[in-house]
């Protein structure tokens, strides 16, 4: 490995990370899908929040940004392509982000996102290991988008809902990560596809630790749990069900929604931290007085092997 490497895939964090000088590193990244909501400027908004996620998740400051957008040349207004890349512009300004360019390829399926760069002090990296036994586990916002998401395509839920998730999907991880700043974190990641869970595990394993949940403090956007009981399931949360089947435990008895929506895959969700005890308490009321609703979900144990997670 390349000495200036400080990050790269051996352990699945976030985003690579590369240094350049003694006190500065890169911190790169990449990220695009399809629609999840049918309004484009908040699609827009939406996948430009969750690839500039990533860099927060490492302890970075996003500065730089390449949009990746795939668009068919006929059937979609031409309106509406601008207005994704008008509201993936309007989320880089609000973030301090300068778009420099970007790159389209034809796809008969509308992709967007970004590929991003930021800095970073090298001694001041934040990994997706390091958890330690004892830590408390805090969550910076709600769960449930992908189910959200799926009902929105099923005509399901309230507006009050939809637009809820799409408040929580579009919301940058800055604020949180800034405040973060300030505490002793020892791991922290953001919680996207591989869902709470899987994201968990991930933690837990490159940490040598197990990750306990307790379920009913979990965060929950408004009417998840409803729609995860009538069915509003996306494909992903199977996908992670089935990946995750030797590697989480969820005790017997919670109810069959609240653990769907643990699975379930998130978009632009948030960060996932290891902490103590007393940073955890502290940096919750911190975290609240810049808006931020975090909660603790969670304590770090020691283990000897899997399974890695549990949900209790």
């Given at each position: 490995?390349?000495?200036?490497?400080?990050?790269?895939?051996?352990?699945?964090?976030?985003?690579?990370?590369?240094?350049?000088?003694?006190?500065?590193?890169?911190?790169?990244?990449?990220?695009?899908?399809?629609?999840?909501?049918?309004?484009?400027?908040?699609?827009?908004?939406?996948?430009?929040?969750?690839?500039?996620?990533?860099?927060?998740?490492?302890?970075?400051?996003?500065?730089?940004?390449?949009?990746?957008?795939?668009?068919?040349?006929?059937?979609?207004?031409?309106?509406?392509?601008?207005?994704?890349?008008?509201?993936?512009?309007?989320?880089?300004?609000?973030?301090?982000?300068?778009?420099?360019?970007?790159?389209?390829?034809?796809?008969?399926?509308?992709?967007?996102?970004?590929?991003?760069?930021?800095?970073?002090?090298?001694?001041?990296?934040?990994?997706?290991?390091?958890?330690?036994?004892?830590?408390?586990?805090?969550?910076?916002?709600?769960?449930?988008?992908?189910?959200?998401?799926?009902?929105?395509?099923?005509?399901?839920?309230?507006?009050?809902?939809?637009?809820?998730?799409?408040?929580?999907?579009?919301?940058?991880?800055?604020?949180?990560?800034?405040?973060?700043?300030?505490?002793?974190?020892?791991?922290?990641?953001?919680?996207?596809?591989?869902?709470?869970?899987?994201?968990?595990?991930?933690?837990?394993?490159?940490?040598?630790?197990?990750?306990?949940?307790?379920?009913?403090?979990?965060p929950l956007l408004p009417?998840?749990?409803?729609?995860?009981?009538?069915?509003?399931?996306?494909?992903?949360?199977?996908?992670?069900?089935?990946w995750l089947a030797d590697?989480?435990?969820?005790?017997?008895?919670?109810?069959?929604?609240?653990?769907?929506?643990?699975?379930?895959?998130?978009?632009?969700?948030?960060?996932?931290?290891?902490?103590?005890?007393?940073?955890?308490?502290?940096?919750?009321?911190?975290?609240?007085?810049?808006?931020?609703?975090?909660?603790?979900?969670?304590?770090?144990?020691?283990?000897?092997?899997?399974?890695?997670?549990?949900?209790?």
């Amino acid at each position: 490995m390349h000495p200036d490497l400080l990050v790269g895939t051996s352990t699945a964090d976030d985003a690579g990370v590369f240094r350049i000088a003694p006190d500065l590193a890169l911190v790169q990244t990449v990220d695009f899908f399809t629609p999840i909501v049918d309004d484009p400027f908040e699609f827009g908004t939406i996948a430009a929040a969750n690839a500039l996620s990533d860099v927060y998740a490492m302890g970075g400051e996003p500065r730089t940004a390449l949009n990746i957008a795939c668009f068919p040349q006929q059937g979609v207004p031409l309106e509406a392509l601008r207005a994704i890349l008008r509201g993936g512009l309007a989320k880089a300004e609000e973030a301090g982000v300068v778009v420099v360019g970007g790159h389209t390829v034809v796809d008969d399926e509308i992709k967007f996102g970004m590929a991003v760069t930021g800095f970073v002090h090298p001694d001041r990296v934040l990994r997706n290991i390091g958890a330690r036994p004892g830590d408390a586990l805090v969550l910076t916002k709600p769960l449930g988008t992908g189910i959200v998401a799926t009902a929105i395509k099923h005509g399901a839920g309230t507006a009050a809902e939809h637009a809820t998730a799409v408040a929580t999907m579009a919301a940058l991880n800055g604020p949180a990560a800034r405040v973060l700043g300030d505490f002793a974190v020892h791991a922290c990641t953001d919680v996207t596809g591989f869902g709470l869970l899987g994201h968990a595990y991930e933690m837990a394993h490159g940490s040598g630790v197990r990750l306990a949940f307790t379920a009913e403090r979990l965060p929950l956007l408004p009417g998840v749990r409803r729609l995860a009981a009538e069915g509003h399931l996306t494909g992903g949360c199977r996908r992670n069900r089935d990946w995750l089947a030797d590697k989480v435990r969820v005790a017997p008895g919670l109810p069959a929604d609240l653990v769907e929506v643990a699975f379930d895959p998130q978009t632009s969700g948030g960060l996932l931290v290891a902490l103590s005890e007393t940073d955890a308490g502290r940096a919750v009321g911190a975290l609240a007085a810049r808006g931020v609703a975090a909660v603790v979900v969670g304590t770090v144990e020691a283990s000897a092997g899997g399974p890695w997670v549990d949900l209790r």
